[in-house]
């Protein structure tokens, strides 16, 4: 039998559908959880990430409801039993999140979005929130990383050929162009999220034609934009002199934008091709490259005085090629007992990295008034208050690592973007939440923001917070002693 693939309620982990049917069998499905999502450690050695993934996550949870088929595969081929399945039919997701907003700048260990829902339902819309969050902050932050070596210069995303499958194609464009990327080859990604899309040609246009001159000559007939790939046989010899020659013979008749560099001495060829194109009064006419680029391959051109002007990235880009995962996490850290009282919870480990931080918590950037710098984000436990001037910031694994800040705001970075289910915000434009990247990176001193070995960015504890977790850790290890 096949069932239609009409909702995304079934994109879970079954683990989660057993434990909803584990509290709801025992009665507890309705008491109040709070979730956290974040991750331990910011990804390809940068020194922040750029958090994405909201936009996809309000469609997620406005649709939140099995449907038809839902129910019928999970009572045919899961087996869940008849009373338990008329619960999940009439289930929606009832609870409130908490979330900074897409283009933030987020570091390690701390909560990027906060769930507060009866327990079944928060733990049913772990799998893809993580799933979500997991790749779009990836793209988003690699593509910032990338956009950070190339500057004001424009980086085109070519990706989709080499994603991992569509999805990752078309979310991973979106990423890209929050990290700072200006345009996409994935003529759906422009359709569905209003992204300037662009493009050369490729090889094969010349090897149909199998002569370079014709194949630009059809080329210019046919486009008024033209990008001519210059490297299919000889890129100095035959490529940049056939587009040149081309260009003067359609005169006005076409715009020639630019030649494309797909192989080779990336910085000897585009220093070469400049000199050609301006002596032939081609000076506005740009230089791409391609290439398996990333940014340590650009960085090296930009050191070797390249010539380039427009960088296309594709599969270092939409695959993350150096890391494969972000990693970040969905863990419990207050849970409603039988007496209606939130009771903390935490999470133990050998490794004091991955204790968890209980309770339920705010996250403010404390920015320096006198600079107007971040000094570092503070999380404290959501029933303070910050009032309390000078702030003591200290290292939540290394207390002793502390300093105390004077002059400052500080700005808390959630917002509640669900109330009872229902949306609470406006999705703000896709070139709004660029902006705003560019924006809070303004904010950081660029000891964090340089590609290799930035400094940590402070992500400190409140001391109320940090209290607490050094007495959950104690409380939680003596009880596990006297078992
Ligand atoms: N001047 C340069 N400095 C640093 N890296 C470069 C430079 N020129 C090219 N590169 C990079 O080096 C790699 C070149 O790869 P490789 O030599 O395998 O391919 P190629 O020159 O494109 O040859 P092919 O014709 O097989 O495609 C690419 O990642 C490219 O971006
Ligand atoms: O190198 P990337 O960063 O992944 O960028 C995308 C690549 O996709 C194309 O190559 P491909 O060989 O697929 O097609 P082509 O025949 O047009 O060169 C293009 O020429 C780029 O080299
Ligand atoms: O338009 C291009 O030049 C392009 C598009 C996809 C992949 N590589 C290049």
């Given at each position: 039998?096949?069932?239609?693939?009409?909702?995304?309620?079934?994109?879970?982990?079954?683990?989660?559908?057993?434990?909803?049917?584990?509290?709801?069998?025992?009665?507890?499905?309705?008491?109040?959880?709070?979730?956290?999502?974040?991750?331990?450690?910011?990804?390809?050695?940068?020194?922040?990430?750029?958090?994405?993934?909201?936009?996809?996550?309000?469609?997620?949870?406005?649709?939140?409801?099995?449907?038809?088929?839902?129910?019928?595969?999970?009572?045919?081929?899961?087996?869940?039993?008849?009373?338990?399945?008329?619960?999940?039919?009439?289930?929606?997701?009832?609870?409130?999140?908490?979330?900074?907003?897409?283009?933030?700048?987020?570091?390690?260990?701390?909560?990027?979005?906060?769930?507060?829902?009866?327990?079944?339902?928060?733990?049913?819309?772990?799998?893809?929130?993580?799933?979500?969050?997991?790749?779009?902050?990836?793209?988003?932050?690699?593509?910032?990383?990338?956009?950070?070596?190339?500057?004001?210069?424009?980086?085109?995303?070519?990706?989709?050929?080499?994603?991992?499958?569509?999805?990752?194609?078309?979310?991973?464009?979106?990423?890209?162009?929050?990290?700072?990327?200006?345009?996409?080859?994935?003529?759906?990604?422009?359709?569905?999220?209003?992204?300037?899309?662009?493009?050369?040609?490729?090889?094969?246009?010349?090897?149909?034609?199998?002569?370079?001159?014709?194949?630009?000559?059809?080329?210019?007939?046919?486009?008024?934009?033209?990008?001519?790939?210059?490297?299919?046989?000889?890129?100095?010899?035959?490529?940049?002199?056939?587009?040149?020659?081309?260009?003067?013979?359609?005169?006005?008749?076409?715009?020639?934008?630019?030649?494309?560099?797909?192989?080779?001495?990336?910085?000897?060829?585009?220093?070469?091709?400049?000199?050609?194109?301006?002596?032939?009064?081609?000076?506005?006419?740009?230089?791409?490259?391609?290439?398996?680029?990333?940014?340590?391959?650009?960085?090296?051109?930009?050191?070797?005085?390249?010539?380039?002007?427009?960088?296309?990235?594709?599969?270092?880009?939409?695959?993350?090629?150096?890391?494969?995962?972000?990693?970040?996490?969905?863990?419990?850290?207050?849970?409603?007992?039988?007496?209606?009282?939130?009771?903390?919870?935490?999470?133990?480990?050998?490794?004091?990295?991955?204790?968890?931080?209980?309770?339920?918590?705010?996250?403010?950037?404390?920015i320096n008034n006198e600079n107007n710098h971040a000094e570092?984000?503070?999380?404290?436990?959501?029933?303070?208050?910050?009032?309390?001037?000078?702030?003591?910031?200290?290292?939540?694994?290394?207390?002793?690592?502390?300093?105390?800040?004077?002059n400052y705001r500080?700005?808390?970075?959630?917002?509640?973007?669900?109330?009872?289910?229902?949306?609470?915000?406006?999705?703000?434009?896709?070139?709004?939440?660029?902006?705003?990247?560019?924006?809070?990176?303004k904010f950081l001193w660029?000891?964090?923001?340089?590609?290799?070995?930035?400094?940590?960015?402070?992500?400190?504890?409140?001391?109320?917070?940090?209290?607490?977790?050094?007495?959950?850790?104690?409380?939680?290890?003596?009880?596990?002693?006297?078992?």
């Amino acid at each position: 039998m096949n069932y239609a693939d009409d909702s995304l309620m079934l994109h879970t982990d079954l683990y989660q559908i057993n434990m909803m049917e584990t509290y709801w069998r025992d009665g507890i499905h309705k008491r109040k959880a709070v979730f956290e999502l974040y991750f331990r450690k910011l990804p390809f050695g940068n020194g922040f990430a750029v958090f994405a993934g909201l936009e996809r996550i309000l469609n997620y949870i406005q649709n939140c409801r099995f449907t038809d088929s839902d129910i019928a595969y999970l009572r045919n081929e899961v087996g869940y039993k008849e009373d338990f399945l008329a619960y999940l039919k009439n289930l929606t997701f009832s609870g409130d999140i908490y979330c900074m907003e897409e283009g933030e700048l987020v570091f390690a260990n701390e909560p990027i979005l906060r769930v507060e829902a009866p327990i079944a339902e928060a733990q049913l819309i772990e799998t893809t929130l993580l799933n979500i969050v997991n790749y779009q902050t990836l793209i988003a932050t690699k593509s910032a990383r990338m956009k950070q070596v190339i500057g004001d210069q424009t980086a085109m995303e070519f990706g989709t050929r080499r994603a991992q499958e569509m999805d990752a194609a078309i979310w991973g464009t979106r990423a890209a162009f929050i990290g700072g990327f200006s345009a996409t080859s994935n003529v759906r990604a422009g359709k569905i999220f209003r992204i300037p899309v662009s493009g050369t040609h490729a090889h094969a246009l010349v090897q149909a034609y199998q002569d370079e001159y014709k194949a630009f000559k059809s080329y210019a007939s046919t486009q008024t934009e033209c990008v001519f790939l210059v490297d299919t046989y000889d890129t100095l010899r035959s490529g940049v002199p056939n587009a040149i020659k081309v260009a003067k013979e359609f005169g006005d008749r076409i715009r020639f934008k630019g030649i494309r560099l797909d192989s080779g001495d990336l910085a000897y060829l585009s220093k070469k091709a400049r000199e050609m194109l301006d002596e032939a009064g081609y000076k506005d006419t740009k230089i791409i490259a391609s290439n398996d680029l990333d940014e340590y391959t650009i960085m090296n051109l930009l050191a070797e005085g390249a010539k380039i002007d427009i960088w296309g990235i594709g599969t270092k880009l939409i695959t993350a090629y150096d890391q494969a995962a972000l990693g970040a996490v969905y863990k419990l850290v207050s849970f409603e007992s039988e007496n209606g009282v939130m009771e903390d919870t935490i999470k133990l480990s050998g490794n004091p990295e991955k204790i968890s931080t209980p309770g339920q918590k705010r996250v403010y950037r404390i920015i320096n008034n006198e600079n107007n710098h971040a000094e570092g984000d503070y999380i404290t436990l959501a029933s303070e208050s910050i009032t309390q001037e000078p702030l003591k910031m200290f290292h939540p694994i290394h207390p002793y690592l502390n300093k105390v800040v004077t002059n400052y705001r500080a700005i808390e970075l959630h917002q509640q973007v669900i109330k009872n289910g229902h949306v609470q915000i406006q999705t703000p434009e896709l070139t709004a939440i660029q902006i705003k990247v560019k924006e809070n990176l303004k904010f950081l001193w660029n000891e964090y923001k340089r590609t290799l070995n930035p400094e940590e960015y402070p992500v400190d504890l409140s001391k109320a917070c940090w209290e607490n977790k050094r007495n959950y850790i104690e409380k939680m290890k003596a009880k596990a002693n006297q078992n």
